[in-house]
């Protein structure tokens, strides 16, 4: 995504003891050629930013001193972010939901969970996006598309439900996709076990798994709880929640609506 200026948005993380966030986020940043702002609390310069610039040369590392709430600062930097990037290990910590979870719900851009431990490998790793429901699907796949695109990998696209239950309209979505990012392979399963449960053991394979944050009443916002949850704690890679409020990474859907109408 570009910032009305025309420049590259930077992909945005927050200085924590957890280290290893930080320079996952420099290495993802630096793969998919944005920027990095580094956010930190201390008055001091950390030496972490330079030591991010020695071993990322050509990466361009902007920081700055936070002087408000944290959260508040991070849903501020979300409105002209590419992403917001935290350390967050899935435990519960707000009203029962996690740090991503929560960010999540107030940001404009994705927010992606870097578990404990994390290195970035230039393996090109497919990005994992699940399609168990058809209601927030299109914008996962948008933001999965134009990643695996920009990162020069692919997509695996798992559907967890029966053949029969595939939609048309999703497939015309996914459809448009391929016909947009053609460098882009695709590989497709369908699945008959849980979402959680496949997602989890699908982000052991992937670069990053891609979920959304579900609209509607408490069953079906439990339901997206719960999926975030089981793949947060169980998985192994990045976590990349898409909330409500995140603006759209590729006009495809807009198109196809417009072309509706």
């Known amino acids: 995504m570009n910032d009305r ?60 001193l936070v002087a408000e709430a944290i959260g508040d600062a ?17 435990e519960l910590v707000f009203e029962g939901e996690s740090v991503v979870t929560a960010l999540s719900a107030l940001a404009r851009c994705p927010v992606i969970s870097v578990p404990p431990g994390a290195v970035w490998h230039d393996s090109a790793a497919p990005v994992i996006v699940g399609a168990h429901h058809l209601e927030r699907t299109p914008q996962k796949l948008e933001f999965a598309f134009a990643e695996a695109d920009r990162l020069g990998t692919g997509v695996r696209l ?11 309209d999703l497939d015309e979505v996914l459809g448009a996709l391929v016909e947009r990012y053609p460098d882009v392979p695709v590989h497709s399963e369908v699945l008959g076990a849980s979402a959680s449960s496949a997602l989890a053991w699908h982000s052991h394979f992937g670069s990053m798994v891609v979920l959304g944050s579900r609209r509607g009443g408490p069953v079906r916002g439990a339901l997206s709880r719960s999926i975030s949850r089981a793949v947060l704690r169980h998985g192994s890679s990045p976590v990349v929640v898409i909330g409500r409020h995140a603006r759209r990474t590729s006009p495809v859907v807009t198109e196809l609506g417009s072309a509706r109408s």
């Open 5 to 64: 200026s025309g420049h590259e948005e930077p992909v945005v993380v927050m200085i924590t003891p957890r280290q290893d966030a930080v320079r996952w986020a420099a290495a993802y940043a630096h793969r998919r050629g944005s920027s990095l702002r580094v956010l930190h609390v201390s008055p001091r310069v950390p030496s972490l930013v330079e030591e991010l610039r020695a071993s990322f040369p050509g990466l361009p590392i902007e920081h700055r």
């Open 74 to 90: 991070l849903v501020d930097e979300s409105e002209h972010a590419h992403a917001i990037v935290v350390a967050d290990s899935g």
């Open 158 to 168: 798992v559907r967890c439900t029966t053949p029969r239950r595939a939609t048309d």
